[in-house]
């Protein structure tokens, strides 16, 4: 099993639609697990960080399941803005660095 | 946002010339990366400092050579390199080594012909 796994997509909705994306990991000691958002050609950046159960900001919930060693990035109300690719890290290994997924594509479309 | 700088923004090298790669980060952290991000391929870590002391070399070839001579600043040091090494070279900070968000600059495009 790789250490962080992601599914590429893309995932193609409607605005205003709701979606959702997983990212399974392979260490179960993590503790600490973060989403960043990376636009084509730029650099990645911190969306949101889950250090327990979950953690909610306005219409983006990620949310934890240990036992089944999974986070998930909830995106409410879809907007065009939201295309983008989609960063799951995960510390692994004994230097606790995060590992990242390949990312999840998100195309919003009118 | 100008928390973690990186210059040169885009950089085309030959297999035989010498060239460096700088970030600078302005907020404090203590722990600064080198990453290599090509297409359709995870982010993929390089080397980690952390106060301003090599932790981590992932199996980097010795043309790519980084410095770190005090934690706000980072190179990387590239020569006779390879066109497959042609990529966005990304540096990232944080706080401290463990658990702990990271910021990246603006990446650097390096094509290699």
């Known amino acids: 099993r790789k250490e962080v796994e992601q599914d590429p997509g893309p995932f193609n909705v409607p605005e205003g639609a709701t979606v959702a994306f997983n990212c399974t990991y392979s260490?179960?000691?993590?503790?600490?697990f973060f989403w960043y958002r990376q636009d084509c050609r730029k650099e990645p950046k911190l969306l949101m960080s889950v250090y327990s159960s979950g953690n909610e900001d306005g219409r983006f919930t990620a949310q934890l399941n240990r036992a089944s060693q999974y986070i998930s990035l909830l995106i409410r109300d879809s907007k065009l803005s939201d295309s983008a690719t989609y960063l799951c890290?995960?510390?692994?290994?004994?230097?606790?660095?995060?590992?990242f997924g390949r990312g999840t594509s998100l195309i919003v479309h009118p | 946002e100008t928390g973690v700088t990186q210059t040169p923004r885009h950089l085309v090298m030959g297999m035989t010339n010498k060239k460096s790669l700088k970030c600078e980060q302005h907020l404090g952290h203590n722990a600064m990366y080198w990453y290599k991000q090509s297409a359709k391929k995870p982010l993929e870590l390089m080397f980690v400092?952390?106060?301003?002391?090599?932790?981590e070399n992932n199996s980097v070839p010795s043309r790519f050579s980084p410095e770190c001579p005090n934690s706000s600043h980072l190179f990387l040091h590239l020569h006779t390199l390879q066109p497959e090494d042609s990529a966005l070279y990304l540096c990232?900070?944080?706080?401290?080594?463990?658990?702990?968000?990271?910021?990246f600059g603006p990446g650097t495009r390096l094509t290699v012909t």
């Open positions: 990232a900070s944080s706080q401290e080594l463990r658990d702990y968000e990271q910021y």
């Open positions: 400092y952390n106060f301003k002391e090599q932790t």
């Open positions: 260490n179960s000691a993590s503790q600490s």
């Open positions: 890290a995960v510390p692994g290994g004994g230097s606790y660095i995060p590992t």
